[in-house]
């Protein structure tokens, strides 16, 4: 299984970015997909998810207005819309798949995920 994510850059304060994660030698609707950062020093940080088939999402208060999950399964893709971007975005962003066929709808503890992106530098200037 691979995850490959994209889409980051750097940005000023205010601009928006889209992050992509094409995931390959899985079946994308059988998993729930989730979206989180890491800056240096700090832990890894739990930012949205997404439900297996896209009805249900949940974010951190941080990103809440501000960042939209979604996902075409039919593509295999999971996406990160990220607007009125700040300073205290930028970070690495990892998005990750859990192993399949929970009953749960959405995950935001990273123990919960099985599978992690390479991660994509996401850098927003004041």
């Known amino acids: 299984v691979q995850l490959q994510a994209s889409g980051g850059g750097l940005v000023q304060a205010g601009g928006s970015l889209r992050l992509s994660c094409a995931a390959s030698?899985?079946?994308?609707?059988?998993?729930?997909m989730g979206w989180f950062r890491r800056t240096p020093g700090k832990e890894r940080e739990f930012v949205a998810t997404?439900?297996?088939?896209?009805?249900?999402?949940y974010y951190a208060d941080s990103v809440k207005g501000r960042f939209t999950i979604s996902r075409d399964n039919a593509k295999n893709t999971v996406y990160l819309q990220m607007n009125s971007l700040k300073p205290e975005d930028t970070a690495v962003y990892y998005c990750a798949a859990d192993r399949g066929y929970s009953s749960s709808l959405y995950f935001t503890n990273p123990g919960s995920y099985d599978y992690w992106g390479q991660g994509t530098q996401v850098t927003v200037s004041s």
């Open positions: 030698e899985l079946t994308n609707s059988a998993h729930i």
């Open positions: 997404i439900s297996r088939s896209g009805g249900s999402t």
